[in-house]
């Protein structure tokens, strides 16, 4: 069987992430500036079912047997080669390398899960559908984040914009006017599984309150995709700050996550929000493509460790 390689990008939550995972619409897009790889390549002259793998940024090298059932990237090969029922695939390695910051809201589990599976199913000659993809990197999901609503795995797999709803069916969408967004890292790791565990925690002790929180939070992303299919991206910035409020008020913001969205909004971005998680990770700001560069400058000289310009759309 020939090499594979396969690669998927890193993403972003534009609007209605925690809300998401209550049911409410959320809004997400691909950032392919950055992105997860897997390679294969057989492993000639060893037996048949002999696997290895090579993932140096986090020091993993070695036959695949000898990892927990549990490791993510062991899980992500077994089920694949289940749903391709290919017990015993010819013997390969797999590499597995990736640009996209680790534990930052960027989806970077769900960018090395989709690589491996597309990677793995094509390898065995049965490339699989986006839906089964997505599917089987949602189970991985949830050794990575606990309850996940599935956004990350559903937006990394289709690797377009998507307004996505829990157990609903995915919706892809237009994007009438391609738009810019800067990308500010704190720089501090932030765990998605803890930031959703302590939602849950002051939703149980305060649900009037937070009801109301995700539901403006749901309203939001609706109107942000009426205004992004509309081209009427000037409307997108007010939405992304008064989003960002809602975060705050949930508590999942930061002293650094806030000076950075100030940062943004005083250096000229169109509005700017904490993204994905929150408690560390990114912010993002709206920015008319000519202020990207300054107000990334900006970001950094207020303590961004690492800046990103996208182009949403295009
Ligand atoms: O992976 P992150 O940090 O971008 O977070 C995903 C968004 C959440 O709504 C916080 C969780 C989820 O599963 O939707």
New binding site residues.
């Given amino acids: 069987m020939p090499a594979i390689s396969a690669s998927a990008p890193a993403k972003i939550?534009l609007f209605g992430?925690?809300a998401?995972?209550y049911g409410h619409p959320a809004i997400a897009v691909p950032v392919t500036q950055v992105k997860a790889k897997a390679i294969i390549t057989p492993a000639i002259g060893s037996p048949q079912g002999t696997i290895n793998i090579d993932a140096p940024a986090i020091n993993l090298e070695g036959p695949l047997k000898n990892l927990p059932f549990d490791n993510a990237i062991a899980k992500a090969i077994d089920l694949t080669l289940k749903k391709t029922q290919v017990a015993y695939p010819p013997a390969f390695n797999i590499k597995i390398t990736s640009t996209i910051p680790v534990a930052a809201?960027l989806?970077s589990g769900a960018a090395v899960t989709v690589a491996i599976i597309q990677a793995v199913s094509g390898f065995v000659g049965q490339p699989l559908p986006n839906k089964t993809i997505s599917n089987l990197a949602f189970e991985i999901e949830k050794i990575h984040?606990g309850t996940?609503?599935g956004?990350?795995n559903t937006v990394v797999t289709y690797a377009a914009p998507v307004y996505f709803i829990k157990a609903q069916p995915i919706e892809i969408f237009e994007v009438d006017t391609p738009f810019t967004i800067v990308i500010g890292d704190t720089g501090i790791p932030?765990s998605?599984a803890v930031?959703?565990a302590d939602v849950r925690k002051s939703w149980r002790a305060d649900p009037n309150k937070y009801y109301n929180l995700f539901d403006k939070c749901g309203k939001i992303a609706k109107k942000a995709r009426q205004a992004i299919q509309k081209g009427d991206i000037e409307n997108l910035g007010p939405l992304m700050d008064q989003n960002d409020k809602l975060l705050v008020e949930m508590g999942v913001s930061s002293d650094e996550l806030g000076n950075l969205v100030i940062a943004a909004r005083e250096s000229g971005a169109l509005g700017a929000k904490l993204s994905?998680?929150g408690q560390g990770?990114n912010i993002i700001a709206l920015v008319h493509s000519d202020q990207a560069e300054h107000v990334a400058n900006a970001l950094r000289e207020a303590g961004a460790t690492n800046t990103i310009i996208t182009q949403v759309g295009e």
């Fill in positions: 939550i992430e925690h998401v995972v809201g989806g984040h996940p609503s956004i990350d932030s998605t930031a959703v994905g998680g990770g």
